[in-house]
Structures are given as structure tokens and as C-alpha cells.
């Protein structure tokens, strides 16, 4: 069973930065790749930024060069560092590992997530 523990949100005003956390059990954190998502009101849930197992990272246009994700194999946890918050990003984010098929993170091209999605954690970006 995949186990996974999202915090790390909270509300900030534009330019500010927060760093989400995720904690995964052992046998899920060293095996797969893990990914953040985020879900804003009325949206349908967007892959942000996910990281292999062997440090190749990807993030989604809207990220780029504000984001970073990272993982800690000795706490089991990988991280989404986020800088230069913009309203845009206010969602409730989550994480999640995932079945890479080929490097593409698309489920139409086999990728697959493996856990349950919880109750995330919100962002709130004020302007």
C-alpha cells in the first residue's frame, strides 16, 4: 500500500516562497519516481514537478525557474521548493508516486500513479 503524507502549505503573498514535503514509505520512495500535482478550483489536477528515482526532474512550463523538487532518501521524502509564488499557483497540491513508462509522465502513454490521492495541502497566493 502506497503511504503518502503531503504538508508543507500555507498562505503567502506574491513573491514569497514555501517548500512542500512528502513523505513516502521506504519501499515506494527508492523504487519509483515521485511527482507533485496541483489542483486549482475549477481545473482539472496538473502534473508541477516529478523526480526518478534517479534524479532526473521535470516540471511544468508554468514552474519553470521557480520551482525545484528534490527527494531525501534517508527521510523517504522529496520536496517541492517553490519561489516567486505568483495567485496562479494557489491549489491545493499533492504528491504521489508514480510508474514512469518510457520518461513520459502521461497516463496515455502508460505512466500510471500509485497511491491513493489524499487530502493534499493547500497553497494560497495572495496578490
Known amino acids: 500500500q502506497v503511504q503518502l503524507v503531503e504538508s508543507g502549505g500555507g498562505l503567502v503573498q506574491s513573491g514569497g516562497s514555501l517548500r512542500l514535503s512528502c513523505a513516502a514509505s521506504?519501499?515506494?520512495?527508492?523504487?519509483?519516481?515521485m511527482a507533485w500535482y496541483r489542483e486549482a478550483p475549477g481545473k482539472h489536477r496538473e502534473l508541477v514537478a516529478g523526480i526518478t528515482s534517479g534524479g532526473s526532474t521535470k516540471f511544468a512550463d508554468s514552474v519553470k525557474g521557480r520551482f525545484t523538487i528534490s527527494r531525501d532518501a534517508a527521510k523517504n521524502t522529496v520536496y517541492l521548493q517553490m519561489n516567486d509564488l505568483k495567485p496562479e499557483d494557489t491549489a491545493v497540491y499533492y504528491c504521489n508516486a508514480i510508474l514512469l513508462v518510457n520518461g513520459d509522465y502521461r497516463e496515455d502513454r502508460g505512466s500510471r500513479t500509485l497511491g491513493s490521492w489524499g487530502q493534499g495541502t493547500q497553497v494560497t497566493v495572495s496578490s
Open positions: 521506504e519501499s515506494i520512495f527508492s523504487t519509483y519516481t
